[in-house]
C-alpha cells in the first residue's frame, strides 16, 4: 500500500480516534456493570 504523508498521517488519526471510541464504550460498559 503506497500512500502519501499526508493520507497516512490522516489514516493513523482516524485509527487513533476509532480506538479511542471503542475504549471509551468499553469503559462504560464496565462503569455499568
Known sequence: ????P????HFLAEKEAIHL???GIED???STV
Open 1 to 4: 500500500m503506497n500512500m502519501s
Open 6 to 9: 499526508e493520507n497516512k498521517a
Open 21 to 23: 471510541i471503542l475504549t
Open 28 to 30: 462504560d460498559i464496565y
